[in-house]
Every structure is written in C-alpha cells, then in structure tokens.
C-alpha cells in the first residue's frame, strides 16, 4: 500500500495508481510512504533506508501512532519531484521510469541486501561513479524486470499517459480528483 502525500496540483488517484503499479511490479511488500512535490527541472527521486517523520512528510498525523514522530509501516521511504511547465508526456514517462528504481532501492533495504556487496573504489581510493555502484545496478536490474513483459509494457504505457493528462490539466489549473 502506498501512503501518499502529493504537494502537487495532480489528481492523488493517478500518482497512486502509477506508485502501486511500481511497487506491485518490483515486488515491494508492506506500506511504502512517498512525498511527492513539485520540481524545477527533470523528474527526481530518493529513496531512503528510514522511518519519515511526521513533520516532514506534513499531512501524516492520519498515520501517526501512540507517542510517535514517526510514520507507521515498514522501513524506507521516497521523496519524488514533478516538475510541471515542460512536456507532460516526457515528465509521466521519466516519473514511471523513477517510481520504477526507487521501488527497487526500497525491496532492497526491506530484504537486506542493500549494502552486502562492498562498494569498489578507483586506483586513487575514491567512489566510483554513481551509475556504477552495486546498489543502483540492482535497482534498474528490478526495474527493468518489473516490465520485461508485454503486458505489462502495455499497462505501464496507459498510466504514464493518464498521468501525463492529469500533468497536463495540472498545468493549465483543472484540478480533478
């Protein structure tokens, strides 16, 4: 289940439609929260090895338990950026695509393998680029699975195009829920 809390002007149904899809798909199991706002320029994510606080994720007292700053459910959670002003197509295609890789990076805090694989270094001692890190393989690795069928391509195509319609009546003011 995905406990959403949108600061956009998007409809709340069809950013829920298109996480749970993502999860279901990469294999996520538990409540997963998810704050989605507005961004500048490209659609980004980040996905944590934590419990949100409330304060943060504002609007979660509905989720709150007894004497707690925190979220209820299971650890990680993602913060996601919408950016709106630019093609709304391209934005739904890259938010799926990000839904998909952070969905990836939250099984693996849940299953413990985030973390196992000792992250190599270069000749001089430093990180090696982000891209080439084990953690983010294995995130695109589950999100390149989660749609290695047609049908599944298909239903993908027809929520990133039904949030491409609710980026695009966001943009020009009609809110519809």
Known sequence: ?????????????????????????????????VKVSTGRYNTEGVA?????????????????????SHLIGNVGYITMSVPMGIDPLAVAESFMRVALHEMG??????????GKEREPTTRTGRRIAHDQRP???????????????????????E???????AI????HGDRRR
């Not at 929520?159 to 319609?165: E, G, K, N, S, T």
């Not at 695009?168 to 943009?171: G, I, K, M, N």
């Open 1 to 33: 289940m995905i406990l959403l809390f949108n600061r956009t002007r998007c409809a709340d149904q069809v950013i829920k439609d298109v996480l749970a899809f993502a999860a279901r798909r990469v294999g996520v199991k538990g409540d997963t929260p």
């Open 48 to 68: 944590y090895n934590s419990f949100p606080y409330l304060w943060y994720m504002k609007g979660g007292r509905r989720y709150k338990t007894k004497r707690t």
């Open 105 to 114: 990076h939250i099984r693996s805090y849940r299953d413990g393998t985030y």
């Open 135 to 157: 953690c983010e393989i294995l995130a695109n690795n589950y999100a390149d699975d989660a749609i290695a069928t047609r049908a599944h391509r298909v239903q993908r195509d």
């Open 159 to 165: 929520l990133v195009l039904a949030l491409a319609i």
């Open 168 to 171: 695009e009546s966001a943009q």
